[in-house]
């Protein structure tokens, strides 16, 4: 009964990791109000590690898609030539691999006997168990003229195993680039 406890705190503990994680940084000094128009930084979107099965035309382009919607959303419009935006994007695809180990503490085998003289038998042992995950990581990064970071959003979170039809890994980038762009423009901290 202890044992089916621990497994079943173990597998929240893993369940809450599959929430995303947003995170931002920003320059506190930048007048974000001023930037009116953007443009992709080229490379627009980076893969990391640089892996075939990983980087993708089909994902690029929905991570494109996602950002455009998003900012012209938030006022921003597209330049028409690069070199006159206010401000570059550049995404980042990073996928890391994890290890979580969770350990199971037993103390016996079991009861024998009745009253003051019965007792426990058996060694206490833990178990312990190896968990291997992915986590991928969608970062956005505002670049301004001068090539310095002027903001930067991202989402972390545990990557699902399985078949997706391509409206679903569309629409999974669509949501979590709109939940890494609610963070922009920044609000002091």
Known sequence: MLRHLYLIA?????AACQTVRLDSDFDPHRDY???Q???????????SPDDPRLSSDLTAQRVREAVAQQLEQRGLRQAADPAA??????????????????????AGGGYWGRGYWGGMWGYPYTE??????????????????????????SAE?????????????????????????????????
């Open 10 to 14: 173990a597998l929240l503990a893993l």
């Open 33 to 35: 109000a001023s930037l």
């Open 37 to 47: 128009s953007w443009a992709w930084q080229e490379p627009a979107v980076r893969y």
């Open 85 to 106: 935006a206010d401000f570059h994007v550049q995404a980042f695809m990073i996928v890391d691999r994890r290890q979580e180990q969770v350990a199971t503490a037993y």
């Open 128 to 153: 312990v168990r190896t968990y291997d995950y992915q986590v991928g990581t969608l970062q956005l990064d505002f670049i301004d003229r001068d090539g310095r970071l002027i903001w930067r959003g």
């Open 157 to 189: 979170q545990v990557l699902r195993r399985g078949q997706r039809s391509p409206a679903e890994r569309s629409s999974e980038i669509h949501e979590t680039v709109a939940k890494i762009l609610a963070q922009y423009p920044p609000r002091g901290r």
